[in-house]
């Protein structure tokens, strides 16, 4: 089992970038699919994106399709989230989360960090 930790939050102006990674100490990190979820305060946590085993497959969000981007680097065990042209409304902790399951719920994901605080000031 791997236990994710994310990195990288904080406060960035409307229009600006941030990269957010999560390590996963393990040695079976490429088992897993990989996810990043979210949520704002008041609401119920969302997902954003996910990505394979192997990095094949990726799968995002409506909402941030376009501009971000996940990626991931098996020697490292390290998955990371690429936000660009951020907005007020991405506002929220970022949760990086590992799973068994090819899945966008999260459900499907069997281990989750603490979060990540990512607040965009307009």
């Known amino acids: 089992q791997v236990q994710p930790v994310e990195s990288g939050g904080g406060l960035v102006q409307a229009g600006g970038s941030r990269r957010l990674s999560c390590s996963a100490a393990?040695?079976?990190?490429?088992?897993?699919?990989m996810g990043w979820f979210r949520q704002a305060p008041g609401k119920e946590r969302e997902f954003v994106a996910a990505?394979?085993?192997?990095?094949?497959?990726?799968r995002y969000a409506d909402s941030v399709k376009g501009r971000f981007t996940i990626s991931r680097d098996n020697a490292e065990n390290t998955v990371y989230l690429q936000m660009n042209s951020l907005k007020p409304e991405d506002t929220a902790v970022y949760y990086c989360?590992?799973?068994?399951?090819?899945?966008?719920?999260?459900?499907?994901?069997?281990?989750w960090g603490q979060g990540t605080q990512v607040t965009v000031s307009s």
């Open positions: 989360a590992a799973g068994i399951l090819w899945t966008m719920s999260a459900a499907g994901f069997t281990s």
């Open positions: 393990g040695r079976t990190f490429s088992t897993y699919t």
């Open positions: 990505i394979s085993r192997g990095a094949s497959l990726t």
